[in-house]
């Protein structure tokens, strides 16, 4: 009775070992140098390694923001962002903030003119971000953080009296977005106003 319990228990043993061996290292296919399966073995996989490459830009235009002339404010930035067995990675070099520009960058109107200051900061200026796949893998939520961002700044002339306007802190744009990594394509954000337009675009890469 009891050499019969002990053949029966490491046989069991043997057996769930073996199992858990073969599942662990997978069928291969015909031709493998350690093993001749043919093609039609069940390949097995314990590990999904899915990964994609997204480019994404941030463009902002916006009209009269002198308050006197009819000029276009217009703020770049872009990133890379690598979506690998779903975790979301954004390489710091790849963050680029390109300095705004304003056209025309100066002019008169009335008795009173405008002359626009430059800096190389703008309205968006990301310096970190972060994301998360949703759970369903139909949405990326994105973070992220600006540093130094200010609005356009003037030197304002009216009837002789010379004041500087605008380069006030502000939070920066954007803040947060997502978009749907399925997509070859697509607009997570646009909009458009009278002369004014923020869109983020992303492009799946691969």
Not at 53 to 70: E, L, P, R
């Amino acid at each position: 009775m009891h050499s019969t319990f002990s053949f029966n228990r490491w046989h069991v043993l043997f057996a769930a070992l073996f199992i858990f061996y073969y599942s662990m290292t997978g069928c291969t296919k015909s031709g493998d140098a350690n093993n001749n399966r043919n093609d039609s073995d069940t390949v097995l996989h314990r590990n999904q390694y899915d990964s994609a490459k997204f480019y994404v830009t941030f463009d902002m235009m916006v009209a009269n923001t002198s308050g006197v002339i009819n000029d276009t404010f217009s703020d770049h930035a872009s990133m890379i962002i690598y979506i690998v067995n779903g975790v979301v990675k954004i390489p710091h070099d790849s963050l680029r903030n390109f300095p705004p520009i304003v056209y025309p960058s100066s002019g008169s109107k009335g008795n009173s003119s405008a002359v626009w200051i430059p800096d190389n900061i703008g309205e968006t200026n990301i310096t970190d971000a972060t994301g998360f796949v949703v759970p369903g893998d139909t949405l990326v939520a994105m973070t992220l953080t600006e540093t130094g961002t200010v609005t356009p700044k003037w030197r304002i002339t009216t009837g002789g009296v010379t004041t500087t306007g605008g380069g006030e802190s502000n939070p920066g744009w954007p803040l947060v977005f997502s978009f749907n990594p399925k997509l070859q394509s697509s607009y997570p954000f646009k909009l458009t106003q009278p002369g004014s337009q923020w869109e983020i675009w992303a492009y799946k890469d691969y």
